[in-house]
């Protein structure tokens, strides 16, 4: 069983292009994350998605970003006019199911997506 | 809100000496607790995980407990291996999000 597949690894992009960044779950697993690390920083939920729906995206921001989950396909995450401050890692996570026994649930991360906005 | 503070790094230890990297917890209600490490290159992988206090999670020689009196969970091992040289991310999960430590880098020499 593949774990959580993200592509590209490394991206480069200069400002004002978009970024998309892929991520496809672990088999079977319907429920997925997205953060973002920071240089010298932790890391910062971004957004929660089940197939078809953003079930919450607190941690996104307002502008420029987007993010889909759909019924086929990986994951997306779009960044629109890439600014310097945008250049991170991007990780996505995948879980089964939000909670067991009412904890929840482990989530599974990809090797990230390292996003250098020139 | 909900935080986690983890004590900063790096830390760079000798072969078979003990480890321990502070993680304290900010939360409502009752969260779970765990531990990620991070090889260079790689993603997250969950190390252990505590679902309530007092509990103890342990796994490859690593253990922390849930203490809920203190609100920490420090992670500690015996004796490190250069094996063990990674970013170390203390988190703690409460409703539907994660929130995660900045990490600590640790160095085993040999």
């Known amino acids: 069983n593949a774990g959580v597949m993200q592509n590209p690894r490394h991206l480069v992009r200069r400002r004002g292009q978009e970024a998309r960044l892929r991520c496809s779950p672990m088999k079977g697993h319907s429920h997925v994350y997205w953060y973002r690390q920071l240089p010298e920083e932790g890391l910062k939920f971004m957004v929660y998605?089940?197939?078809?729906?953003?079930?919450?995206e607190s941690g996104m921001p307002k502008e420029r970003f987007s993010a889909e989950f759909p019924k086929e396909g990986p994951s997306i995450l779009r960044i629109q006019q890439v600014v310097r401050g945008d250049s991170a890692a991007y990780f996505c996570?995948?879980?089964?199911?939000?909670?067991?026994?009412?904890?929840?649930?482990?989530?599974?991360f990809g090797p990230g997506t390292r996003l250098t906005v020139l | 809100g909900d935080s986690v503070t983890q004590m900063e790094g790096p830390v760079t230890l000798s072969e078979e000496a003990f480890l321990t990297i502070n993680c304290t917890y900010t939360a409502t209600g009752y969260p779970s607790l765990f531990w990620y490490v991070q090889y260079p290159g790689e993603g997250l992988q969950l190390l252990l995980k505590?679902?309530?206090?007092?509990d103890k999670g342990s796994n490859k020689g690593f253990e922390a407990t849930y203490r809920k009196e203190t609100t920490s969970f420090h992670l500690e091992k015996g004796s490190v291996q250069v094996s063990d040289s990674a970013v170390y991310f203390c988190a703690l999960v409460t409703g539907n999000q994660f929130y995660f430590g900045t990490g600590t880098s640790l160095t085993v020499i040999p």
């Open positions: 996570a995948s879980s089964p199911r939000v909670r067991l026994a009412g904890i929840l649930n482990e989530q599974f």
């Open positions: 505590a679902t309530k206090a007092d």
């Open positions: 998605l089940q197939k078809e729906n953003i079930i919450d």
